[in-house]
């Protein structure tokens, strides 16, 4: 959910460059969809419903079905109150300027109701059909995500760490779904949602670097050195890629998958990690690209081979 994970957006949205503001050449219906962001929000469901089957002992198809519906409009509303408040500054940004509202195919108060509707509706599914804490966690990735995080990424590049919480939590939320009662957070769960946590530093930070001019004119501050597209910035990348591969084998330490899901994801983080030092020796926006799409390719299949616990 957080721009970590959900600006894929970039690669998947529908736009060319020669269209003007006054006729984006969409429809409001397609202004709609495009607010809820609707293939991101679907990559990010894909996360927290399979952490749901890693977790869960018996899955329930109602509550998948929950999480699934849930999930997605949680995320979505999430991802229009970000367009919301930041349409001001998407008309400043080449890979923003012909979003719905910068291009006020919608108008604000209907961006606004609509937004308001996904997030109490996903949050009162989740809170009805799968457990209250699921539903308090969904809320709570909603204002995480539009309210700290948004704000915070003019002001210092932490934002990143700040908008990696909730962009990590619905794979906590997909692990918290698959409990009974008020809902319970079991240690696997955390471990999930630690993997996909520190996985969107070097995946956003690589998107940032090839986008840092794009970023700039919006004033955002993205990679880790407020200097932009420096040593310290690609040593950061490196180092977390590093430490993603260590966190990625914590399930095994703790004994919850055996060694040949831990093969796979030994693989996995070795590939991005070569990717992100063939990065930090040549620091290209082609380079960051390939890390970029290596981070993609990581992380459902570093989720399916835990799913496996083999």
């Not at 093969?263 to 990065?279: R, S």
Request: positive net charge; aromatic residues 16%; hydrophobic residues 50%.
């Amino acid at each position: 959910m957080s721009e970590y994970c959900f600006k894929f957006a970039f690669f998947l949205e529908n736009t060319t460059g020669n269209i003007s503001l006054s006729n984006p050449g969409y429809s409001k219906f397609s202004g709609f969809m495009k607010l809820t962001k609707f293939r991101l929000g679907s990559l990010v469901v894909f996360s927290a419903l399979i952490t749901y089957f890693t977790v869960a002992e018996s899955p329930n198809w109602q509550q998948a079905l929950a999480l699934g519906i849930g999930g997605f409009l949680v995320t979505s509303a999430a991802n229009g109150f970000n367009q919301i408040i930041e349409k001001d500054l998407d008309k400043l940004m080449e890979r923003t300027r012909l979003r719905p509202m910068p291009t006020e195919v919608l108008s604000h108060t209907e961006a606004l109701i609509f937004c308001s509707i996904f997030g109490i509706g996903g949050t009162v599914l989740l809170w009805v059909y799968t457990n209250p804490l699921s539903g308090i966690l969904g809320f709570i990735s909603i204002v995480l995500y539009a309210l700290v995080y948004t704000p915070l990424k003019r002001i210092t590049p932490f934002s990143v760490f700040v908008g990696a919480f909730p962009g990590a939590l619905p794979t906590l939320i997909g692990g918290v779904a698959a409990t009974s009662g008020f809902g319970e957070i079991h240690f696997f769960a955390l471990l999930l949602f630690l993997i996909q946590f520190v996985w969107q530093f070097p995946h956003f930070w690589a998107l940032a670097w090839f986008n840092n001019e794009d970023y700039a004119r919006a004033d955002f501050h993205l990679l880790p050195s407020k200097a932009g597209k420096d040593d310290f910035s690609k040593f950061q990348i490196l180092m977390y890629s590093a430490f993603l591969l260590m966190v990625s084998l914590l399930p095994f330490v703790f004994q919850f998958v055996g060694l040949i899901s831990t093969g796979a994801v030994v693989v996995c983080g070795m590939a991005l990690l070569l990717q992100a030092y063939n990065f930090y020796r040549v620091p290209t926006n082609e380079n960051a690209k390939k890390l970029f799409f290596v981070t993609l390719i990581y992380l459902p299949l570093v989720q399916v081979a835990l799913m496996t616990k083999s």
